[in-house]
């Protein structure tokens, strides 16, 4: 089991930048891919951006792609989320999530049920 903690979110303006971080505890492995998720009121849960632990290969909602960066660091057991060109439609509440057995020819889900560890969110709201 991997526990995950996430931290960073607030309230900035719109144009702002925020970086939002995902502890990872317990035991993790390169086969792990960790993934950010987010969801606004009154709506789904929807995929943002993930990380294979072991190659680091990203992949990115269409929604956030040129503005948001994923990355990790494996000696700390960290991911990351720096967002920039923060816009009020990004305000939602953001989850880390860790998919534990995605082999690596598999494709990276972007669907919330393939992913099997969560955070409690933190939230981020973006005003205008």
């Known amino acids: 089991q991997v526990q995950l903690a996430e931290s960073g979110g607030g309230l900035v303006q719109a144009g702002d930048s925020l970086r939002l971080s995902c502890a990872a505890s317990g035991r993790t492995f390169s086969s792990y891919v960790m993934g950010w998720f987010r969801q606004a009121p009154g709506k789904e849960r929807e995929f943002v951006a993930a990380?294979?632990?072991?190659?680091?290969?990203?992949y990115y909602a269409d929604s956030v792609k040129g503005r948001f960066t994923i990355s990790r660091d494996n000696a700390k057991n960290m991911v990351y989320l720096q967002m920039n060109s923060l816009k009020p439609e990004d305000t939602a509440v953001y989850y880390c999530?860790?998919?534990?057995?995605?082999?690596?020819?598999?494709?990276?889900?972007?669907?919330?049920?393939?992913?099997?560890?969560w955070g409690q969110g933190t939230q981020v709201t973006v005003s205008s």
């Open positions: 999530a860790a998919d534990r057995s995605r082999p690596p020819d598999m494709v990276v889900a972007d669907t919330p049920v393939e992913y099997d560890s």
């Open positions: 990380i294979r632990w072991g190659s680091g290969r990203t």
